[in-house]
């Protein structure tokens, strides 16, 4: 099979391929060639759905000689029906003359309650008329036409003897067919998408997109970012912020795809045309009439007043507002999302500031302001766009997913799905928790819209949501890191136990200090610089070789840093003895022959599968089996704990487990009293099994312990519950 009439641009030679005709035997009607949208798009300036409509009504085939047939009918319906802004003037007059005339265009109506008994206006956007007579039953058949407009072929007819009051309205919209899918039904949709592999439906929705998934470009990786600018369309309330590049395609989607989003260029948008006007309910906000509100160019938008970002604030929190008038508190489920450009170098602006430094200065450091994006997009990760990169094979009619995404996708919930499988880490706050959900949720609607996926295809977009929101928590981080210092968002495994913990690729130019154990003679100090006189992040790594106890220093130009070492090197070598740094052979001896302050006799770690969120809750029974094994070499009651340290720290579910724990295994216990340091020194967290140890052990030593045995116990939020039995070393003979 060859290309199509170079005229089109499309490119010579075989164009399908297997998932071709896959898509078109399983949507029959519902696909179009993406090539053909882009060499039409060039000419013709119209939506991209609108266009896709004509296509799929006359090229959905891929049979060449049908397409070349239908892309000249297409040609011809455009050119005699869509007319340019400054002809308005001239569609008058031809109206006048010839009495009928067809046209597509943007077709809205306004209700004017004035009137007396009411009467509905119709105007047409791109041809300039307005005050057009439309009947109800039009008005009443197409609700759509009163939210934000349909596109649609009409026919307009001319009666001069038409007036109204006292002014004539000739114009009349007598009839008209929306330019849309017949039916889109979600039934039909799930049975053939069944059809297709998850990485086939990737390849398909990216190619709907407009993008070639094949090119070498587009890594899986980069397949999820991408579809990530589709989550806003299908999940309600979605708010998304993509800072990066120019020519990555950021807005495309949100202008193009869809007649439900709307895309505000140059990022402005007044708190009236978002919300509506006061005491005005034929005035209704974007937020209202739109699935998603996208601000293109945000950089350099900018908020008026105080009261206006609180409004956005509460909106983007609540997915409701009230503008203080008799309509009340109103609802509405349009996403907020966020477009803009990173001028310069990503790791360098991380390495010195935040990611948030493009957009403009009322908002930049607003950290509540930004709290409520549910997800950051790294749009320094996207490839600038080239022509190979654009796709020349079928995907969905933007129209027939459109409405699939709106009627269909949109009212289902997918948050709860990652329950069954996963348990979120306790740096994860109730706002990352949703956002991290609504991003899982979103995906799932897309790449399985009948909600049967993997335990690890479910892990995998966990991963990636959580990923998204700690990119927004890191910000927050920088700007505040006294009160957004808990970024490490992860989530555990329910049945193994394993904690995942989400990775933002660009925290490599932030982490200086890497998290975890450092090797050993590594250590990290902040000192002063003699050289430069500025605060500055020393690591010291030390060791130690065989030789004449000589001190070599190397990796460090400085002359200053250098001096600086050795007069702290010749400082430990002659005070270390002294300050305890230093050990001699005889006193290290002396260490290794002193007798120990507490002997373990036993250990226990079990793995607690209700968890403190699970609806159940816990009960107690993996810390019952793990003081068992501690105390399976005890002779019991006899031997019970005489002393119990517990790790209660005011949190209802560790007392409701420690309640159930005492009545399982209460013939370890010697008495239900317990000693805990959150009243004393405070709730020390992970630290608290080794400061217990260190408590039960100096007990013993200074004489004031209940008695020989203490128990320690404690558990994590991950569900692992561990216990430990400890006994004075002087009981010789005795376990």
Same mark, same amino acid.
């Given at each position: 099979?060859?290309?199509?009439?170079?005229?089109?641009?499309?490119?010579?030679?075989?164009?399908?391929?297997?998932?071709?005709?896959?898509?078109?035997?399983?949507? &029959?009607?519902?696909?179009?060639?993406?090539?053909?949208? !882009?060499?039409?798009?060039?000419?013709?300036?119209?939506?991209?759905?609108?266009?896709?409509?004509?296509?799929?009504?006359?090229?959905?085939?891929?049979?060449?000689?049908?397409? /070349?047939?239908?892309?000249?009918?297409?040609?011809?319906?455009?050119?005699?029906?869509?007319?340019?802004?400054?002809?308005?003037?001239?569609?008058?007059?031809?109206?006048?003359?010839?009495?009928?005339?067809?046209?597509?265009?943007?077709?809205?109506?306004?209700?004017?309650?004035?009137?007396?008994?009411?009467?509905?206006?119709?105007?047409?956007?791109?041809?300039?008329?307005?005050?057009?007579?439309? *009947?109800?039953?039009?008005?009443?058949?197409?609700?759509?036409?009163?939210?934000?407009?349909?596109?649609?072929?009409?026919? @307009?007819?001319?009666?001069?003897?038409?007036?109204?009051?006292?002014?004539?309205?000739?114009?009349?919209?007598?009839?008209?067919?929306?330019?849309?899918? #017949?039916?889109? /039904?979600?039934?039909?949709?799930?049975?053939?998408?069944?059809?297709?592999?998850?990485?086939?439906?990737?390849?398909?929705?990216?190619?709907?997109?407009?993008?070639?998934?094949?090119?070498?470009?587009?890594?899986?990786?980069?397949?999820?970012?991408?579809?990530?600018?589709?989550?806003?369309?299908?999940?309600?309330?979605?708010? %998304?912020?993509?800072?990066?590049?120019?020519?990555?395609?950021? =807005?495309?989607?949100?202008?193009?795809?869809?007649?439900?989003?709307?895309?505000?260029?140059?990022?402005?948008?007044?708190?009236?045309?978002?919300?509506?006007?006061?005491?005005?309910?034929?005035?209704?906000?974007?937020?209202?009439?739109?699935?998603?509100?996208?601000?293109?160019?945000?950089?350099?938008?900018?908020?008026?007043?105080?009261?206006?970002?609180?409004?956005?604030?509460?909106?983007?929190?609540?997915?409701?507002?009230?503008?203080?008038?008799?309509?009340?508190?109103?609802?509405?489920?349009?996403?907020?999302?966020?477009?803009?450009?990173?001028?310069?170098?990503?790791?360098?602006?991380?390495?010195?500031?935040?990611?948030?430094?493009?957009?403009?200065?009322?908002?930049?450091?607003?950290?509540?302001?930004?709290?409520?994006?549910?997800?950051?997009?790294?749009?320094?990760?996207? &490839?600038?766009?080239?022509?190979?990169?654009?796709?020349?094979? %079928?995907?969905?009619? +933007?129209?027939?997913?459109?409405?699939?995404?709106?009627?269909?996708?949109?009212?289902?919930?997918?948050?709860?799905?990652?329950?069954?499988?996963?348990?979120?880490?306790? !740096?994860?706050?109730?706002?990352?928790?949703?956002?991290?959900?609504?991003?899982?949720?979103?995906?799932?609607?897309?790449?399985? &819209?009948?909600?049967?996926? *993997?335990?690890?295809?479910?892990?995998?977009?966990?991963?990636?949501?959580?990923?998204?929101?700690?990119?927004?928590?890191?910000?927050?981080?920088?700007?505040?890191?006294?009160?957004?210092?808990?970024?490490?968002?992860?989530? @555990?495994?329910?049945?193994?136990?394993?904690?995942?913990?989400?990775?933002?690729?660009?925290?490599?130019?932030?982490?200086?200090?890497?998290?975890?154990?450092?090797?050993?003679?590594?250590?990290?100090?902040?000192?002063?610089?003699?050289?430069?006189?500025?605060?500055?992040?020393?690591?010291?790594?030390?060791?130690?070789?065989?030789?004449?106890?000589?001190?070599? %220093?190397?990796?460090?130009?400085?002359?200053?840093?250098?001096?600086?070492?050795?007069?702290?090197?010749?400082?430990?070598?002659?005070?270390?003895?002294?300050?305890?740094?230093?050990?001699?052979?005889?006193?290290?001896?002396?260490? %290794?022959?002193?007798?120990?302050?507490?002997?373990?006799?036993?250990?226990?770690?079990?793995?607690?599968?209700?968890?403190?969120?699970?609806? #159940?809750?816990?009960?107690?029974?993996?810390? =019952?089996?793990?003081?068992?094994? #501690?105390?399976?070499?005890?002779?019991?009651?006899?031997?019970? +704990?005489?002393?119990?340290?517990?790790?209660?720290?005011?949190?209802?579910?560790?007392?409701?487990?420690?309640?159930?724990?005492?009545? /399982?295994?209460?013939?370890?216990?010697?008495?239900?009293?317990?000693?805990?340091?959150?009243?004393?020194?405070?709730?020390?967290?992970?630290?608290?099994?080794?400061?217990?140890?260190?408590?039960? #052990?100096?007990?013993? +030593?200074?004489?004031?312990?209940?008695?020989?045995?203490?128990?320690?116990?404690?558990?994590?939020?991950?569900?692992?519950?561990?216990?430990?039995?400890?006994?004075?070393?002087?009981?010789?003979?005795?376990?």
């Amino acid at each position: 099979m060859t290309g199509t009439d170079p005229n089109t641009n499309a490119p010579e030679g075989p164009w399908i391929d297997p998932l071709d005709e896959q898509l078109v035997a399983a949507f &029959p009607g519902r696909v179009v060639r993406k090539d053909l949208v !882009h060499a039409l798009k060039v000419g013709f300036n119209i939506p991209v759905y609108v266009l896709e409509y004509l296509l799929g009504k006359y090229c959905s085939t891929t049979d060449e000689a049908q397409i /070349r047939e239908g892309l000249d009918m297409v040609k011809q319906t455009i050119a005699e029906r869509v007319v340019r802004a400054d002809q308005a003037e001239l569609i008058k007059s031809r109206l006048q003359r010839s009495r009928s005339m067809k046209l597509i265009d943007l077709v809205t109506v306004t209700f004017d309650e004035k009137d007396q008994g009411g009467k509905y206006w119709a105007a047409l956007a791109t041809a300039g008329l307005t005050k057009m007579h439309i *009947s109800e039953d039009l008005v009443h058949k197409y609700e759509r036409v009163l939210t934000g407009g349909v596109w649609s072929n009409v026919e @307009i007819t001319y009666d001069d003897t038409l007036v109204h009051g006292t002014v004539t309205r000739p114009f009349v919209l007598s009839r008209m067919q929306p330019i849309q899918i #017949a039916s889109a /039904r979600l039934d039909e949709f799930l049975t053939a998408r069944a059809s297709f592999t998850r990485e086939q439906w990737v390849d398909v929705l990216l190619r709907t997109m407009g993008y070639e998934p094949t090119h070498p470009d587009f890594t899986w990786r980069r397949k999820l970012l991408y579809l990530l600018r589709l989550v806003p369309m299908v999940e309600k309330n979605y708010n %998304l912020i993509e800072l990066g590049p120019r020519e990555t395609g950021k =807005s495309f989607v949100f202008r193009e795809l869809s007649p439900y989003a709307i895309l505000l260029s140059g990022g402005q948008g007044t708190v009236a045309d978002l919300f509506g006007w006061k005491h005005r309910k034929d005035k209704a906000g974007l937020v209202v009439r739109y699935d998603l509100v996208a601000f293109d160019e945000v950089a350099g938008s900018y908020f008026k007043n105080e009261s206006e970002k609180q409004m956005f604030k509460g909106y983007m929190e609540q997915g409701s507002f009230s503008r203080g008038d008799d309509k009340g508190t109103i609802s509405a489920d349009a996403g907020i999302i966020f477009n803009g450009n990173i001028d310069g170098n990503v790791e360098a602006i991380a390495r010195t500031t935040h990611l948030f430094t493009a957009l403009p200065e009322s908002v930049r450091n607003d950290t509540a302001f930004h709290d409520r994006w549910h997800a950051y997009l790294p749009g320094w990760e996207m &490839p600038k766009l080239r022509p190979e990169h654009f796709t020349r094979h %079928l995907g969905f009619i +933007a129209d027939y997913i459109a409405e699939i995404f709106h009627n269909e996708l949109r009212r289902l919930n997918f948050t709860d799905l990652a329950d069954q499988h996963f348990a979120l880490g306790n !740096h994860v706050g109730q706002r990352d928790r949703k956002a991290a959900l609504r991003t899982v949720s979103g995906l799932i609607k897309l790449l399985h &819209p009948d909600g049967k996926c *993997s335990k690890d295809e479910l892990g995998e977009y966990l991963d990636f949501g959580l990923e998204l929101r700690r990119r927004v928590k890191e910000q927050l981080k920088r700007i505040n890191p006294i009160e957004f210092s808990r970024v490490n968002l992860s989530f @555990i495994d329910k049945q193994t136990g394993e904690e995942r913990f989400a990775e933002c690729a660009e925290l490599g130019a932030i982490r200086l200090i890497p998290e975890g154990p450092l090797p050993p003679g590594d250590v990290f100090s902040v000192g002063v610089d003699p050289g430069t006189d500025r605060v500055a992040l020393f690591r010291i790594q030390a060791a130690s070789v065989l030789g004449t106890g000589r001190f070599n %220093l190397v990796g460090v130009t400085s002359k200053n840093i250098r001096e600086s070492a050795k007069m702290a090197f010749d400082y430990l070598r002659a005070n270390g003895k002294r300050v305890g740094l230093v050990l001699g052979r005889r006193r290290l001896g002396a260490l %290794l022959k002193r007798r120990p302050l507490a002997t373990i006799s036993g250990a226990g770690i079990h793995q607690e599968t209700q968890l403190r969120d699970s609806d #159940a809750g816990s009960f107690g029974l993996a810390m =019952s089996k793990a003081v068992l094994d #501690a105390a399976a070499g005890l002779d019991l009651p006899a031997h019970a +704990a005489d002393a119990v340290y517990c790790d209660i720290n005011g949190e209802r579910y560790r007392s409701e487990e420690w309640g159930l724990f005492a009545t /399982r295994a209460h013939a370890a216990l010697r008495s239900l009293q317990y000693q805990t340091f959150c009243g004393s020194i405070g709730d020390v967290g992970a630290a608290f099994g080794a400061i217990a140890s260190i408590a039960a #052990a100096q007990s013993f +030593a200074r004489g004031y312990a209940r008695g020989p045995r203490a128990l320690v116990m404690a558990g994590s939020d991950s569900g692992t519950r561990g216990a430990m039995f400890l006994h004075d070393p002087r009981l010789e003979g005795r376990p």
